[in-house]
């Protein structure tokens, strides 16, 4: 008798376990072509839209798994280092020591891995940052990985460049078709390009392909807090929109039908 509810607690145990973990899915690329090829530039995932997010789940009672494409450490972007996209400079310091330090964020898993064990998890996010426009863009597993949270209703949180990966599933097998989105906008987009990385990248302009894709993108004015939920997706702008991500995020988790 003892043995059957010891047996029970560990399958309890391991369900409710199972029900809240999140996937962090990260870029590990590290330089990006800029002009053709005619430039190259540092590149990776950025810090805050990572940390903040991490943060505000890890608060909340969710544990987390880490994946790459080929499980090697995720590079963080040197630009996201700079001041101006931190409110809070402790956090920005206590960010800097977590990726240096943390085990877990430093022995991610790998994509593959991560989609086998896809029911493990409640929920998954995408920092953004230029990186994932090269590694994250072309992997297979990707748009695998989308249609499977969108079939479960898993909350799914796409933050600033992420929301392009969407573009990875087929149109006839995309089941964000008609879903309200946000991303970069376009603005935002030109002046990234021309005043702070000072040339173009091969992938570009997020929210027209989104557009023609058939997704109804909406927008804030450059640096707003801005993000928008539809359904099981979240979706945000740019560096400075953790709060309103972190706040629609964490509602879905709550609201997830299979939490229970």
Not at 121 to 133: A, D, K, R, S, T
Not at 146 to 170: N, R
């Amino acid at each position: 008798m003892k043995n059957l509810i010891l047996v029970a607690f560990v399958l309890i145990t391991n369900v409710v376990f199972a029900q809240n973990k999140v996937l962090f899915v990260m870029s590990s690329a590290d330089t990006l072509e800029l002009n053709n090829g005619e430039k190259l530039r540092q590149t990776g995932v950025f810090l805050n839209e990572f940390y903040l997010a991490y943060k505000s789940v890890t608060e909340n009672g969710y544990s987390v798994d880490f994946a790459t494409p080929n499980g090697v450490t995720a590079t963080i972007d040197k630009e996201s280092i700079d001041d101006k996209y931190w409110n809070n400079l402790e956090i920005k310091e206590k960010a800097l020591s977590f990726v240096r330090s943390d085990s877990l964020f430093n022995n991610p898993k790998t994509l593959k891995a991560a989609i086998e064990n896809k029911p493990d998890y409640i929920g998954l996010i995408i920092p953004g940052g230029q990186g994932l426009m090269i590694d994250l863009q072309c992997n297979p597993n990707i748009p695998k990985l989308l249609k499977y949270f969108a079939g479960e209703e898993k909350p799914t949180g796409l933050i600033c460049h992420a929301p392009s990966l969407i573009l990875t599933i087929p149109k006839e097998e995309n089941p964000y078709i008609g879903f309200k989105v946000n991303s970069v906008s376009p603005l935002e987009e030109f002046v990234i390009e021309h005043f702070i990385m000072k040339g173009k990248p091969q992938n570009r302009k997020i929210a027209k392909r989104l557009k023609k894709l058939g997704l109804k993108y909406r927008h804030g004015l450059p640096k707003a807090n801005y993000a928008i939920r539809d359904r099981n997706l979240i979706t945000s702008q740019n560096p400075y929109s953790g709060e309103a991500f972190n706040k629609l995020y964490l509602k879905a988790l709550i609201e997830y039908p299979g939490k229970e």
